[in-house]
């Protein structure tokens, strides 16, 4: 018994040894990545560059991304390199599309480029890269100024998941609001709950949501060609009750704008409907842009 009891130890802790293999080399496939991560239950420390073609990804890869950054780096991070090559001969084709939607998921706007995910797949930073880096040190020192905002998210994504009711809306408002620029609008799904967890309004955030939401649907009606029904789709939440002043003088002010952009209605009607936002909350924090915008109107009507 006791030498079964011993074998099994023994198989335990090369097990445990060989799921803490220390990374010697870049993880490239983001779905590789980010199953590594949720299951060390390490943040994800991605990477972006253009290898062949941004002489900044050159300079840094020559000067940060040695041995050393990887045996600094994978007791903290599980590590990927998004490679955006200009040769696309070069790269494997399912890999390098399914690493070009990640990029843009991720929101890059710039390469080189540090993306800092949390082990639930949750964007914490998002860093311009300077190529002049001395070294790994120099490179973990702007990724560890981090940590404590993925700590962060990642504890109130966990309180968030363990939470119900009115409890549950106010957590995933802590939530969302942690999040980094750019990334809200990837949880369309958390946003469209709360205002039913809120239905009765006591945690206040019910109709910053059904703005919120509205926003989400106007967005993908724009896009779609039907501005006319996004601005309609303001207009209706506006009438409907439940906002804060400055929220419904929101409303009024994007439904005005959407059919503005339509160019479906003439320039006396958007002079009405801005008139209405700005009555419904003349002293807000947007009735001056507001008012700016129907003095515009107003000048190009007497044109």
């Not at 073609?53 to 041995?67: H, P």
């Not at 045996?71 to 955006?84: A, E, H, M, P, Q």
């Not at 309180?159 to 980094?180: H, I, T």
């Amino acid at each position: 018994m006791k030498r079964i009891f011993a074998l099994s130890v023994s198989l335990a802790i090369l097990a445990l040894a060989s799921c803490a293999k220390p990374q010697t080399a870049w993880i490239t496939d983001i779905d590789e990545a980010t199953a590594a991560s949720a299951k060390t239950k390490k943040p994800l420390l991605v990477v972006l560059t253009g290898s062949d073609w941004n002489e900044e990804s050159k300079t840094l890869s020559a000067n940060v991304f040695n041995e050393e950054f990887f045996k600094t780096g994978t007791s903290k991070y599980v590590l990927c390199n998004i490679d955006i090559l200009e040769d696309d001969s070069a790269v494997d084709q399912a890999l390098s599309e399914r690493n070009y939607k990640a990029a843009e998921a991720l929101g890059v706007t710039g390469i080189p480029a540090l993306i800092l995910l949390t082990h639930l797949g949750d964007v914490y930073a998002n860093v311009q890269l300077d190529p002049s880096l001395a070294g790994p040190e120099a490179f973990y020192t702007v990724a560890d100024a981090h940590l404590e905002n993925g700590k962060k998210l990642a504890s109130l994504r966990k309180k968030a998941d363990s939470s119900k009711g009115v409890e549950r809306a106010k957590s995933l408002d802590a939530f969302l609001e942690a999040l980094a620029p750019g990334q809200r609008e990837k949880y369309g799904e958390m946003i469209r709950e709360i205002p039913s967890l809120d239905a009765d309004g006591s945690a206040g955030l019910k109709g910053k949501y059904l703005l919120q939401l509205t926003y989400l649907d106007a967005v993908g009606l724009f896009q779609g060609g039907k501005v006319t029904e996004a601005g309609q789709r303001f207009f209706s939440l506006a009438e409907a009750g439940g906002l804060t002043p400055a929220q419904e003088q929101e409303a009024w002010y994007m439904g005005a704008y959407m059919y503005a952009m339509s160019e479906t209605v003439d320039n006396a009607l958007i002079v009405s409907w801005l008139e209405k936002a700005i009555a419904t909350d003349p002293d807000g924090p947007g009735a001056a842009n507001i008012k700016s915008t129907l003095e515009q109107v107003r000048a190009m009507l007497k044109e």
